[in-house]
């Protein structure tokens, strides 16, 4: 069985390590099995791509696509073109694709123009908001998908309503928790942690990073006014995404309590997560983390494609409206937030049984 694992953007790595992980096991029991890992260059940033490959141990890639700016369009068709290339050149029986980003798509296209089977790692979740690059990202990907692994029962009944065959899903749970279960005991402190006078369970931290919250210089900067006015002034840490940079320094708009950061490593990222107050985010793959780690998260977005997070775990969805960010930190503050729970299968072992299906199932 030829692997070829595909991983793209910051999301990937985190969920390629466990799997990498578990194929490398199998191949010291001596299963017939073997990979190569691309990276496509999607993110090109050292902090949100070459950190995380040092930080999780992950195998250096095989190839490097270098695929870096441009427009969506302009990347999906550069990283189709290198990617066939390489499927050329490396032949592959099952590619494996994760998460929802632009490299997902592409290589799943390739794959399947090439006749190679695709399996989607994280098939399944949808947000039902067409407006989010990832929707269409994910919609794509899944309906020219093989092998489905989900990370809940919601995503199977997503996949189950668009007519996939029950045989070809398999709930397997969550190989970003994996990730976060085996660094747990690593996080570590950032360097501005003492300097800002952190103090665990008494600051929050901040990520924003959708086009709808910071493609704007208004509607970010009403957003800043409304977590700032509403926090008690405490300290926020606010790792600032490459793509809010851009909007971010022109806004006039400036509060003492919060407090801009370059973006910041998997450890060091996840430690100012774990001891913080609550995290205010717009992010999908943050409110996973949260739910497992018991940090309440108020997510700013009117969707998500994870409800378990906010079904089972600690997440809610309060969107960007002042007024309900207002009533949600009032909630926080007022010791009325919810506990949460770990959902199903999020307990640490999703990658292994990702590779024990490869290995049971797919292979000739």
Known sequence: MKLTIVAGARPNFIKIAPIIEA????????????????????HYDEKMSGSFFKELNITTPNINLEVKEGTTIQQIAAIMVKFEEELIQNSSD??????????????????????????????????????????????????????????????????????????????????????????LSRLKEPKFFKEYELKEKDY??????????VDEVESLNELLKAISKNTRNKKIIFPVHPRTKVILDQLSFETNNIIRAQPLGYLEFNFLVKNSLAVLTDSGGITEETTVMGVPCITLRDTTERPETSIVGTNELVGTNPELIKKALEKLFAGNWKKGSIPEKWDG?????????????FSS
């Open 23 to 42: 194929v490398n096991f199998k191949i010291k029991q001596g299963v017939n099995i073997s990979y190569r890992l691309v990276h496509t260059g999607q």
């Open 94 to 183: 099952l590619v494996l694709v994760v998460g929802d980003v632009n490299s997902t798509l592409a290589c799943a296209l390739v794959a399947q123009k090439m006749g190679i089977k695709v399996a989607h790692v994280e098939g399944g979740i949808r947000s039902g908001d067409w407006n989010m690059p990832e929707e269409i990202n994910r919609l794509v990907t899944d309906s020219i998908t093989n092998y489905f692994f989900t990370t809940s029962i919601y995503a199977n009944q997503n996949l189950r309503r668009s007519g996939v065959e029950n045989e070809r899903i398999f709930f397997v749970g969550n190989t970003m928790i994996d990730t976060l279960n085996k660094n």
């Open 349 to 361: 072992h999703a990658a292994m049984r990702i590779v024990d299906i490869i290995c049971n199932n």
């Open 204 to 213: 929050f931290v901040l990520t924003l990073h959708r086009p709808q919250n």
